[in-house]
């Protein structure tokens, strides 16, 4: 275990610096939920920090997953991008605009290439319109009138991924979870966006209609040079998907980096802990890699700890920890686009082989016919 020092922050040590070249540009982004206590006269008393300060980018094309544990802040981040969540304070710059606090009207005029694929396939579709309709709703709202018309558009999408242009004037009830998340990557398309948001999208889904709706995506991506921010837990799925990987915890991104040097030499204790936890389908690799088991639950969003908010389930932290935050810069020995926070990290050696994370046949094309 190494305890190598953070090296001096220059500019070129920080995440992400704008560039003309990004498609999505976020600084310094903050959610804070606010608790207020009272009936009529109410007061706050505290706030949920679920996001905290947190500094990415993503060029065109590029695809950019969001790991972590439940509650550290991943879909939030996903809300605030698309602006369903206002953010407290930073900035969202996308397509060359600022669009932290854009009004309603201007805000649409930057959805039409700024899309989000929701979780719950069930919640996210209204039972009460034909799969038609809700796939044709947002052309007909941004005044976008296709040559052979809405219908055929629509139908052309359903076909797209992998949908029967029949099943048109059908209800969302009417089909299965995997054809629902479908259904909602179509609408997600509708408006040739530039960038999609993708929170979750294969979590509620059989293992197997996951490695399809994946495959979908990857192919839409090649196709359409549609850019994602790709937030999930399966780190198998980001490894396969994502080119760049961010990990947070507890409103914090702790780590950035391409994925191979990421999953191969994570340099923060909480990345090693996490690629820990994959599951294996060798019995003899699970033998080998040691299982990182990390001490207590994750600290309370509303009163985090102070310095490095990994440090109460850090087994290598120490007074510095406690009051100084780590930033997250580039260190030494690691390539210029491996960001970690941390003031005690890993030595930058081979931590993880290729075969400790196992992919489903189906992801990588190699599944029996």
Partial sequence: MSTTQTSTLRTEDRDD?????????????????????????????????AVDGIDFSVGPGQSLGLVGESGCGKSTTGRLVTRLLEPTAGS??????????????????????????????????????????????????????????????????????????????????????????????????????KLIVADEPVSALDVSIQAQVVNLLQDLQREFGIAFVFIAHDLAVVRHFCERVAVMYLGKIVEVADRETLYTRPRHPYTHALLSAVPEADPDATERRERIRLAGDVPSPIDPPSGCRFRTRCWKAQDRCASEEPPLVRLGGSSAGHLTACHFPEAPTVAARDQDIVLDPALTGQADS
């Fill in 92 to 193: 969202i710059v996308f397509d060359g605009e600022d669009i932290t606090h854009q009004p309603p009207a201007r805000m649409r005029q930057a959805r039409r290439n700024l899309q989000m694929i929701f979780q719950d396939p069930y919640s996210s579709l209204n039972p009460r319109h034909t799969v038609g309709t809700i796939i044709e709703t947002p052309m007909k709202l941004n005044g976008i009138n296709p040559e052979q018309g809405h219908k055929r558009r629509a139908q052309e999408l359903l076909e797209t991924v992998g949908l029967n242009p029949e099943h048109y004037n059908r209800y969302p009830n009417e089909f299965s979870g995997g054809q629902r998340q479908r259904i909602g990557i179509a609408r997600a398309l509708a408006l040739r966006p």
């Fill in 17 to 49: 610096r704008p560039s003309r070249g990004n498609l999505l540009e976020v600084r310094s982004l903050r959610k804070h939920f606010p608790i207020r206590q009272g009936i009529v006269f109410q007061r706050q008393i505290g706030a949920v920090h």
